[in-house]
């Protein structure tokens, strides 16, 4: 499913016109990534917890030279099922 089909989905569903689906899609990733980008976690019961991630600078190594690169640290998104949607997608 991409943006526009669950923007499509979400009008239906709630029985609004696609261009106020589309606002509340946006503004559901708007303030997912907010709190994400101020390092909070986002639980939404029954469905999952965003938490960001910190990982540590490694060393690596090229795929086309196959010498050893730096690697920095970085934040990432990690994403864990809850058990509704656990037990939804396993029937």
């Keep these: 499913m991409h943006k526009t089909e669950l923007v499509d989905a979400v009008a239906e569903a709630a029985d609004l016109s696609k261009a106020e689906a589309q606002e509340a899609v946006n503004a559901i990733f708007d303030e997912i990534t907010n709190a994400l ?24 190594r090229s795929p086309a030279t196959g010498e050893p690169i730096e690697i920095a640290a970085s934040t990432s998104v990690g994403f864990k099922p809850g058990k509704a949607l656990k037990d939804a997608v396993n029937g």
Excluded: E, N, Q, W
């Excluded at 029954?46 to 690596?60: E, I, L, P, W």
């Design 37 to 60: 980008s101020r390092k909070d976690s986002v639980s939404l019961v029954g469905f999952g917890s965003f938490v960001c991630r910190d990982r540590a600078a490694r060393t690596g």
